[in-house]
């Protein structure tokens, strides 16, 4: 009787775990969709030049590591960054990412993924395409929603191979 206990016990835990494992990935799912939905948001500000819609969905401590371009810290600093890339003249002509896996852990959501983007530079009529691969950490804000507090990014060819 013991023996037939100790196996319905056993049975009953690795339903439970199995369980509670397809529940974390449905929620890892829900999030992927989340943050995809909200960086749709985001690109979309910056592609139409709306720097100010752009910022909503960063947090005031932003910090910005672009590829050949120093740290950025802060909201404030990532703006006249952002303006001053526009103002040199370049066309963002589009930016896609993909995600490709999102990991939670407190209040935090990290996101890995890769993108692709055209850029039709001054005195250029053809866009120069790039791609590359990023990592977004985004952060829970009191009110529930994410915003970027970390964000990598880089191309996948150094600037001497293009």
């Given at each position: 009787?013991?023996?037939?206990?100790?196996?319905?016990i056993?049975?009953?835990?690795l339903?439970?775990?199995?369980?509670?494992?397809?529940?974390g990935?449905?929620?890892?799912?829900?999030?992927?969709?989340?943050?995809?939905?909200?960086?749709?948001?985001?690109?979309?500000?910056?592609?139409?030049?709306?720097?100010?819609?752009?910022?909503?969905?960063?947090?005031?401590?932003?910090?910005?590591?672009?590829?050949?371009?120093?740290?950025?810290?802060?909201?404030?600093?990532?703006?006249?960054?952002?303006?001053?890339?526009?103002?040199?003249?370049?066309?963002?002509?589009?930016?896609e990412?993909?995600?490709?896996?999102?990991?939670?852990?407190?209040?935090?959501?990290?996101?890995?993924?890769?993108?692709?983007?055209?850029?039709?530079?001054?005195?250029?009529?053809?866009?120069?395409?790039?791609?590359?691969?990023?990592?977004?950490?985004?952060?829970?804000?009191?009110?529930?929603?994410?915003?970027?507090?970390?964000?990598?990014?880089?191309?996948?060819?150094?600037?001497?191979?293009?």
């Amino acid at each position: 009787m013991k023996k037939w206990r100790m196996i319905f016990i056993s049975g009953f835990a690795l339903v439970f775990l199995g369980g509670c494992a397809h529940t974390g990935t449905q929620r890892e799912e829900k999030l992927k969709v989340r943050v995809e939905m909200i960086g749709r948001k985001a690109e979309t500000a910056f592609l139409a030049g709306e720097v100010d819609t752009m910022l909503q969905y960063y947090t005031e401590d932003i910090i910005s590591m672009p590829q050949s371009y120093p740290m950025v810290k802060g909201k404030e600093n990532l703006r006249r960054k952002t303006e001053a890339i526009l103002s040199l003249g370049l066309k963002f002509e589009s930016l896609e990412s993909t995600t490709l896996d999102v990991k939670s852990s407190g209040r935090y959501v990290y996101e890995i993924g890769t993108f692709r983007q055209a850029v039709i530079l001054p005195g250029q009529n053809e866009p120069t395409e790039s791609v590359g691969k990023y990592v977004t950490i985004w952060e829970q804000q009191p009110n529930g929603d994410l915003k970027i507090a970390v964000e990598i990014y880089n191309s996948d060819t150094s600037n001497s191979e293009k």
